[in-house]
């Protein structure tokens, strides 16, 4: 609004100063021509302050404008120089060559075609086409205004030949500016367009009357006659304060270049020179004289147009090389990538595909030419395709997942995204797949889907294994209670031994699998490596026996101490275990696994081995890289033997695959450890009396479940001791404070945990004396703390023998 109420002031201001000089008539017309002069500078200078916002076609465009209005600016001042110098003003002179090209100026500049983006790299072309134009306009207004006013019988007819070309000229630029508007739809130039088209058209009616003003001697210059320059300038500076800014260079989009149409389109200008200028000299003669000048125009012309047509042509081939480089910079990169670029026609007929695409569907670039996009896609996928022309079309991009097939037959999902290439048109001829074969990671998303479920059903099993070894604990107690008894029949003694064996077993799968799904500490303890092997076993004997594969222990006796976290090498005990079972799957005749161990002083060995098909010699050296693997797609992902390898590493051993007459054997070396010896101590309590007989030893137990309380609180009291019993931690926690030679806590009780037991025990400062055994049917509980790592643990369920064994390792006798 601003703008319009500018140029409203304007013209009131403009047609008060022709009113007030009416009685001065040169006054009048230098005071008008200086405003006039007066806006046209305004609108170079509006085109000056926002150059630096353009760049490209966008700066060519005003650039143009400018210096058109500058032409048109000095054709004013020399029509008021002419004015003064001779008294009256005359249309036909030098200086009206300036004002013809300052007002056509407005449509050469159109050619630059801003609209279409910034095109920054065919910017210097575009200029010289539009200088050919400019060159083309001139040679025009010389030939048919300047050189026929030079002759003098020619002169007196030129003002209408003028008017009428001048005419002439603003209805093409009103057909230019309305073309370019309407074209520009969808643009953020459409605006800019339309302020223009708004100045030309009120511009070229306003300029009908003026011309009749001036053939019939009425014009005067301040009047309002020359709303015909006013209103289209108001309407050029609106444009140039509103026309957007060039976005900037990473968000700017280049239209491609058409070299073809471009070459045609610089020659036209030129051509039209000489066809023009030789050609009307027998339609339209002007005298000997004036031929002359015409030939001698038109030849200088055509050198000067031939001249800027090698020069737009030298352009475009730099252009073009620019253009092809930066084509084999995106072929190469499209080369190199590792993403699958597949280019088809709008048809699905194949165009184009880069190396990856080729290596991983499995066809050559010859046999893709003869198949569609639907004989790649897997079936009852292609439905997904029957979308893609209107989602692209909507939205610009299609994104999907596809399942494409390889030249074998077999499968893969590809997450697909999909561009079109269009022509000049706007229909669709090219569409561009980006694809990515995302088989590796639904793999591992399973595979931590895996992980998450057996961390779940580890907790599980945790849970279940407390709630049952309470119960076998109370089934064991009893039976080690009737055995002691000894009384029944042989049979019956038989029953109950068989009743302790099978709770026993029970017991030992319910510690077996609390090993196996329980994550141990990462700091490492010493342990036996024959457990860790026999464990490791137990869980997959079963399961290997249902296979029709034998596995046999050959175990060295005694514990084999190793410095080590449990559940490591556990993992590498099982990949063993599974490379070996994978192996024998295969081969012919009756399996057999061997888990044998030894010492070799500093070491400690576990060795592996099958009478599979072994590893061929050329296999050796790749069995422990990471996904390396000889099983079938889906059946292993190559990282056992490469995590058992790193595992072996960090403990400061090795694992290696040894030589063997038959199948493959692997050698596990750990560093042996040897644990450091610990004198018991004495008792030292004495009888009531003074006397040298000991008093009997006092026994506190600790434990939720009355059952077991009873049956260990009876063992005790059968071996001798006075038991003390107690069921929660409060009680315990006050308890440990008597004297007592030995305390036997459960480590989960009702209201607090066992530990705090020892804790206050420790702090009573009764420790040395007092020993402090933990009950407990998980001891990976009481790994969570390691302040009591060092207190014996009695696992449930334990037998009368366990209950003996325990006790004499803390120095008790029973």
Known sequence: MRHVLFGLAYIVVYLATGALLASAPDARSVASNLLLAALTTAVCGAIVWRRREWQGSHRLFWDAFAVALALWTVGEVGFTIDQLLFGHPSWVRWHTMFSLCGGIGPMIAILARPHLGVRKASTPATGIDLISCAMLAGFIYAYFVLVPSVVPEQGANLEGTLLALVQAQRLVLVLGMVTAFWVSRGTSWRSTYGRLAIGVTAGFFFRIETSAAILDGRYVAGSMYDLAWIVPFLCYWWAALEAPASPPAGESVEEPT???????????????????????????????????????????????????????????????????????????????????????????????????????????????????????????????????????????????????????GTAFPASSTVVALTNVDGRIVHYVFVLRDISEELRLRDQLVHSERLSAIGELVAGVAHEINNPLQTIVGCVELMLEERKGSPDDVRDLQLVRQEAARAGQIVRNLLAFVRRGAPDRV?????????????????????????????????????????????????????????????????????????????????????????????????????????????????????????????????????????????????????????????????????????????????????????????????????????????????????????????????????????????????????????????????????????????????????????????????
């Open 258 to 408: 058409r070299s073809s149409f471009a070459a045609a389109a610089s020659a036209v200008p030129v051509l039209l020179i000489p066809a023009i200028g030789y050609g009307l000299l027998h339609v339209q003669p002007i005298g000997q004289s004036g031929d002359s000048f015409r030939i001698l125009l038109t030849t200088l012309t055509t050198v000067a147009g031939l001249g800027l047509l090698t020069l737009r042509l030298s352009v475009q081939g730099t252009e073009l090389q620019r253009a092809d480089q930066r084509l084999r910079l995106l072929a190469a990169a499209t080369q190199q990538t590792g993403d699958l670029i597949l280019i088809t026609r709008a048809d699905g007929a194949f165009e184009q595909a880069n190396d990856a695409c080729v290596r991983a569907l499995g066809y050559s670039r010859g046999e893709l030419a003869r198949l569609g996009l639907r004989e790649l896609v897997e079936y009852g996928t292609g439905e997904v395709l029957r979308a893609l022309a209107d989602e692209i079309r909507d939205n610009g991009i299609w994104r999907a997942t596809l399942q494409l097939r390889r030249a074998d």
């Open 526 to 814: 010493a342990t036996d490596l024959n457990q860790i092997v026999k464990t490791t076993a137990d869980l997959r004997d079963y399961h290997l026996g249902q296979k029709g594969i034998s596995l046999h222990l050959d175990l060295q006796p005694g514990p084999l101490p190793v410095m080590a976290n449990r559940e490591e090498i556990q993992q590498v005990v099982v990949n063993l275990v599974i490379n070996a079972e994978h192996a024998l799957a295969s081969a012919p005749g009756t399996g057999t696994i061997v888990l044998k161990t030894r010492s070799e002083g500093a070491s400690q060995v576990l060795e592996v081995s099958d009478n599979g098909p072994g590893v061929p010699p050329h296999l050796r050296g790749k069995i422990f890289e990471p996904f390396f693997t000889t099983k079938e797609v889906g059946e292993g992902t190559g990282l056992g033997l490469s995590i058992s390898l790193g595992i072996a590493g960090s403990h400061g051993g090795a694992l290696e695959l040894k030589p063997s007459a038959k199948g493959a054997r692997f050698g596990l070396r750990l560093p042996a450890h040897v644990a450091p010896v610990i004198r018991a101590a004495e008792s030292t309590a004495a009888s009531p009396d003074g006397g040298d007989a000991p008093a009997p030893p006092r026994a506190l137990v600790i434990e939720n479940e009355g059952a077991i309380r009873d049956l260990l609180a009876r063992l005790l009291e059968r071996r001798g001791f006075t038991v003390v019993r107690g069921s929660t931690a409060a009680e315990g926690r006050s308890l440990v404070e008597h004297p007592f030679d030995v305390v036997l806590c459960d480590v989960k009780l009702e209201d607090g945990s066992g530990v705090e037991c020892y804790r206050r025990l420790r702090e009573s400062g009764d420790v040395a004396r007092t020993r402090f055994i933990f009950i407990t049917g998980d001891a990976s509980v009481v790994d969570e703390h390691p302040d009591v790592a060092e207190v014996t643990i009695l696992a449930k369920p334990f037998t009368a023998s366990d209950l003996d064994r325990v006790l004499n390792s803390v120095a008790i006798g029973v």
